[in-house]
């Protein structure tokens, strides 16, 4: 019986050890697998059509601006080759951009990537839980006036994921595609961790604060040190939240304000007890010093000295 205790003593620890391996593994497949997405949308059975592929580079919630990069790629009898991206006519291709609403791709010169700033509307201060809503539009035509658009959307942005619909106003020469985009589950969960971590601490710090009052240790500076030290730490380990937040979001108001609050109420009320505590041993008069001559012996109070 001792021996299946000591076993399991060892055992357990490196099996719950491996459970929490395993799990983070599953949650990595799950994140990556949920991160490639790819969209499309268009008239892609169309010999002679312009297919567009899309790829999301990032999403920036402080200028509320979604980067794409839009490569046209000529099919059928608009291109000179089957794997060229040489085009045998001027190419036109509208866009929902604001900065670049229309390129023109000349005739004889291969396409080229070309980037894209679109709006995307919402509010930063939600993180974690922002949402994103843009809408990604291309139209393209030639000589002989608009063409078949197949469009193809992928997405390499880590921190987001994004939902697609077709809006109901796309033609077969324009596809316009309704994107939402949230912060990745990756992003969620850290977020909610550091909202753990953060309350944590601060109730730590709470709690040795009690002890250091209720007991009457006086001014123990290794608690005092850690105390402090805790309180500029939440600030580093705050501005560490993926995505940079902004000043004033749900995470500031549902963990990190709070644990400084109370972080900084425990030093100070620590530290107000310690010095009343430590007072009264201090020398009344520590800077004075007893002079020897004026001590009597009470032996000798009455004697006189020998002549």
């Known amino acids: 019986m001792r021996l299946v205790r000591q076993l399991a003593r060892q055992v357990l620890p490196l099996a719950g050890l491996a459970v929490l391996v395993a799990a983070g593994l599953v949650m990595y497949h799950g994140e990556r697998e949920g991160g490639q997405q790819s969209y499309s949308a268009g008239d892609d059975a169309a010999p002679n059509r312009l297919d567009i592929a899309i790829t ?56 080229t990537s070309t980037e894209l700033a679109i709006d995307a509307t919402g509010i930063a201060s939600d993180y974690p839980f922002d949402r994103y809503a843009a809408t990604i539009g291309i139209y393209a035509h030639a000589d002989s006036g608009l063409l078949p658009v197949s469009l193809q959307l992928d997405d390499t942005d880590p921190s987001f994921s994004i939902t697609v619909t077709q809006d109901d106003h796309s033609t077969p020469g324009l596809v316009l595609l309704n994107v939402t985009l949230s912060r990745s589950r990756s992003t969620l969960i850290f977020a909610w961790f550091m909202m753990l971590v953060m309350w944590a601490l601060a109730l730590a710090v709470a709690g040795a604060a009690r002890i250091q009052v209720s007991q009457r240790r006086g001014l123990t500076w290794p608690a005092l040190g850690w105390m402090a030290a805790t309180l500029f730490a939440l600030t580093a380990f705050r501005n560490a939240a993926p995505g940079s937040p902004p000043v004033g979001s749900v995470l500031d108001y549902a963990a990190y304000l709070w644990a400084e609050l109370i972080v900084a109420i425990s030093l100070v009320i620590t530290v107000i007890a310690g010095i009343r505590v430590e007072r009264p041993n201090q020398d009344p008069n520590p800077g004075q010093e007893k002079d020897p001559g004026q001590e009597k012996d009470p032996g000798q109070a009455g004697s006189v000295l020998p002549k």
């Open 56 to 111: 999301i580079e990032r999403m920036d919630p402080a200028t509320q601006r979604l980067t794409v990069q839009m490569l046209p790629i000529p099919r059928g009898d608009l291109t000179t080759g089957p794997d060229t991206l040489v085009p045998t006519k001027q190419l036109t291709v509208g866009t929902t951009s604001l900065a670049k609403s229309v390129i023109e791709y000349p005739a004889g010169q291969r396409t």
